[in-house]
């Protein structure tokens, strides 16, 4: 299993990076299915799982599995504290976005 995140992507390098990853599962771990901003409008549910089906991508939205409220509180305050927007945040910062899950002899983390 691997994650990614949808900041730094557009839609077609996004499905470029999973089909690289011989991806055959995205689970959808975030609470709200939608990404503020029309360069994600793509990364909004309807759009992303239209786009997955194409790429034969199965699509799994758990958001018990999503950071809970107080969990992104944390984050934020975090966030302030070292001068940094959610959409420069690098890895060390909390998980968003979607776990992966690949052929069990390909599973990895980046």
């Known amino acids: 299993m691997v994650t990614i995140g949808v900041y730094g992507f557009g839609g077609e390098s ?3 990076r999973l089909r690289h990853a011989d991806v055959r599962l995205l689970l959808d771990v975030r609470q709200r299915r939608g990404v503020r901003g029309p360069e994600y409008a793509w990364a909004n549910s309807r759009r992303l799982r239209a786009a997955l089906a194409h790429a034969r991508i199965a699509y799994e939205h758990h958001p018990e ?3 809970t409220t ?3 509180q944390l984050q934020y305050a975090e ?3 070292q001068g940094v927007g959610k959409r420069s945040r690098r890895s ?3 998980c968003r976005g979607w776990a992966m899950v690949g052929p069990q002899d390909r599973w990895r983390t980046r």
């Open 14 to 16: 996004f499905l470029q």
């Open 65 to 67: 599995l999503a950071p």
């Open 70 to 72: 107080e969990l992104r």
């Open 79 to 81: 966030d302030d504290r």
């Open 92 to 94: 060390e910062g909390m």
